[in-house]
């Protein structure tokens, strides 16, 4: 019989809920997922900036040991062909990687690479919700590099759990 309750034990530490919201939210977060929408907000004015247009393009992948990297383009972006071209294209892309952790119900990622040299060695901070197979975050109020002139701007953005391939 020690046996038997030694294995039920084990059985059920293994299908034990995460111990914390954190641990849920960081559970929920593992994975693929794919930018549905990506909406920008002046601070100042309240308006909203298209600063990735209609279809935006993107992935966020979350692994189980804590990293995170992040992909996410405008619309109809073309091949550069000039030097301005490739400056242009920079406004319509955010990509960076780091080491990510959770707290309360925002993520944090220490960021190691970045499309932006000024956001290496920082935190970014992002408020998440995820219900179901989506995912909608918001950024702190913020500079960004590649819109809103220098004003203070927020990007409210949507993911959607990708789909695995056949």
Known sequence: MPMQATA???MDNDNELPC???EAL???LIGTWELVSYKVEEKETGNFIN???PAPRGRVVFTPDGWVAFNLEGSNRLAATTDTDRAQLMKTLVAYI???RVEGDQWITTVQTAWAPEWVGTEQRRTVTVDG???DVVTPWRKMPN???GKL???IIRFRRAQMAA
């Open 8 to 10: 039920q034990r084990i």
């Open 133 to 135: 197979q989506y995912a």
């Open 26 to 28: 960081r559970q929920n």
């Open 147 to 149: 819109w809103a002139a």
């Open 20 to 22: 914390t919201k954190e």
């Open 51 to 53: 600063a990735m247009g």
């Open 98 to 100: 780091g080491r990510y």
């Open 153 to 155: 701007s927020r990007s």
